[in-house]
């Protein structure tokens, strides 16, 4: 009896220790870039590394008097929440076409939709260039959210449909007896309903907006860079420190990371592309 | 009236859902069909950006002719290829892993989840950023530990050709395996257990119980977190753009880098343009073997 519990606390110790390796693995760069914003710059790169040291500000205070990170901040404000807008707007009412519609045409058209998402940015990156060129657009917001917008609609569509598949009809079906139309049994019944669908669809048009980086470094300007290429700006100009790249890459993720973490219901629903209802 | 437009709307059932689909549907046919056409044209020509005295001469298909002559650009197929294979593999088995290290009775899983919820939510570039400093030779901690270790990489991970494409598969193992642990973990997670219940009656072990019951059922999330890793280790950009540049030599060359720079940085319009159609006809490929095999799944159930 007693080498049975020996060996099941055994068990249990090798689980937690194998837990705490893989958390190791998969932290350790996080937790080095929150110390580096906050260690001492003569310190950041000390060798052997430094794992204990007297935090301070100082690089962030750096970083507002060295970067223009205000205007980033806002920039990557701008371009993501109009990405969001548009994408789930235009994916909203197409997935829930597709959920309550279902035909060949429909299927035929969300598998279209998923081509568009498996497309890498880079193999139309030279049309969007010129197109944008030709419409005069280049360097502006609108450029940068267009484009964004038509790979993040692809994935939304694809979410709300599978989302709206879980939804009974019942009600839009009794709310058509009534008189509604179409459109307005979505618009009174469906949407009320499709809360938690429409936030998971807005945290990934949001991050994957915020956390672009190749669209901007080609559609936008001087004035419409966001958090990303501010970074890189940064990066590669000499008087500007690790430690305060640092601080700015913490103010680029925290966003994002907070959101994650506090909507993670609803990212995780996401992820799994509604394979896993529920 | 009211009545013959609520017909109209219910019987028509294929227009139904055009319409619906109607603004998000037009939306990409100007900016993701038209670019790809557009694309497929300027393939066809000559095209310089950078000198506007150059005619654009139309030379049918010598682009295409030059990509499969150019040997950086095999090269450039051959890594993204090798780290396609790489990096899914290793996501998709240390995935599954842990989310068998996790799938049970556990204190404190809901703070082990959400901590292995942010490396997927970071931004790819500062991912890199940093991945590029721990990997530095001189001063990086990655390298400074390796040689404790007894690995001493010359001019570290990045920077001999030898370990620079696995040095940047392990940074795409690291932001995206949480990803497929996590997907997998809720689809453990969902499974029945009333299943296992009887399997242990009937004196199945444990290993039985994973390899003939949870891993049947777990195959419709496994086709999916393979086909979104997929789609998206071919979009590999950032950690190429911020760390390596496609170096050392072309080490790390991949197809996006070797599109994007031939296009933007030497405005080498046309080829850029050929190399992208080759990029999306590869991607066709392993699209229509996935679309098949997942409008197989889902005709199972």
Redesign the interface.
């Known amino acids: 009896m007693n080498r049975h519990r020996a060996a099941r606390l055994a068990r249990q110790l090798a689980i937690y220790l194998l837990i705490a390796l893989v958390l190791a693995f998969f932290l350790m760069p996080i937790v080095w870039l929150f110390q580096t914003s906050l260690k001492p710059s003569r310190d950041a790169f000390a060798i052997p590394p430094m794992w204990w040291f007297s935090p301070t500000w100082a690089n962030f205070e750096r970083m507002f008097a060295t970067t223009r990170v205000v205007e980033y901040l806002r920039n990557s404000l701008i371009i993501a929440s109009g990405t969001t807008a548009l994408s789930v707007a235009l994916g909203l009412l197409a997935g829930y076409g597709l959920a309550r519609h279902p035909s060949r045409t429909s299927d035929g058209l969300a598998l279209a939709m998923l081509a568009v998402r498996m497309a890498p940015p880079v193999a139309m990156l030279i049309p969007f260039y010129l197109m944008m060129r030709d419409l005069g657009l280049l360097g502006s917001y609108p450029a940068v959210i267009l484009l964004q917008s038509v790979l993040n609609t692809a994935f939304v569509t694809w979410l709300m449909r599978g989302y709206f598949l879980t939804l009974p009809k019942d009600m839009e079906e009794s709310a058509l007896i009534d008189g509604c139309n179409r459109f307005q049994a979505f618009l009174y019944v469906a949407l009320p309903m499709a809360g938690p669908g429409v936030a998971t669809g807005a945290i990934f048009a949001f991050t994957l907006s915020w956390n672009d980086f190749l669209l901007p470094l080609i559609l936008s300007g001087r004035r419409t860079r966001p958090l990303t290429l501010g970074i890189l700006e940064a990066f590669s100009s000499v008087e500007i420190a690790w430690s305060a790249i640092a601080a700015m890459s913490v103010v680029t993720v925290l966003p994002v990371v907070l959101i994650g973490l506090l909507l993670q219901r609803y990212l995780i629903r996401g992820l799994t592309l509604g394979a896993i209802r529920g | 009236m ?1 009545r013959r ?2 017909r109209w ?2 019987r028509a ?2 227009v ?6 109607a ?3 037009l ?2 046919l100007a ?2 069909i ?3 056409g ?2 497929l044209y ?1 393939s066809l020509f000559d095209y310089h950006l950078i000198d506007p005295t150059r005619e654009q001469v139309f030379v049918g298909l010598a682009n295409y002719v030059r990509a499969f002559g150019d040997q950086v650009f095999l090269v450039a197929i051959r890594n993204t290829l090798l780290f396609v294979v790489m990096a899914i593999g290793t996501q998709m088995l240390l995935g599954l892993g ?1 989310a068998v ?2 799938n ?1 009775e ?1 204190r404190g899983i809901g703070i ?16 890199a ?3 590029g ?2 990997y ?1 030779a001189d ?3 990655v390298s ?1 530990y390796l040689k404790l270790l007894g690995l001493d990489i010359g001019r570290g991970p990045v920077g001999e050709p030898r370990t620079a494409l696995a040095s940047l598969v392990v940074i795409d193992i ?1 932001q995206w ?3 497929v642990a ?2 997998l973990l ?2 453990l997670q ?1 499974q029945n257990q009333e299943l296992f219940e009887a399997a242990r009656l009937d004196g199945a072990n444990g290993v039985q119980q994973f390899l003939h019951i949870a891993l049947p059922l777990l195959r ?2 496994l086709i ?1 977190a393979l086909l ?1 890793r997929t ?1 998206d280790v ?2 590999l ?2 950690s190429v753009y ?1 760390i390596t540049g496609g170096g050392p030599g072309s080490a790390t060359e991949v ?2 880098f070797y ?2 720079k031939t ?2 940085t030497f405005f080498d ?1 046309g080829y ?2 050929s190399m ?2 080759l ?2 006809v590869l ?2 490929f392993f ?1 229509a073997i996935y ?1 098949r095999v997942i ?1 197989r799944t889902e005709a199972y159930g």
């Open positions: 009211m437009t609520v709307w219910t059932g294929r139904g859902s055009l319409i619906w689909v603004p998000a549907l939306f990409m900016f993701a038209y670019p790809v557009y694309s300027i842990i290290l996790l049970r556990l082990i989840r959400s901590l292995l919820l942010v490396p997927l939510t970071l931004t790819p570039l500062v991912v950023l940093v991945w400093a721990l530095n001063f990086g901690a400074y690291w395996t949480p990803l996590l997907m809720a689809g969902a419709p999330i999916v979104i789609m071919f979009k950009f950032d911020a197809m996006n599109i994007f296009g933007l319009m850029a343009a992208s159609t990029l999306l991607i066709s699209t679309i409008g």
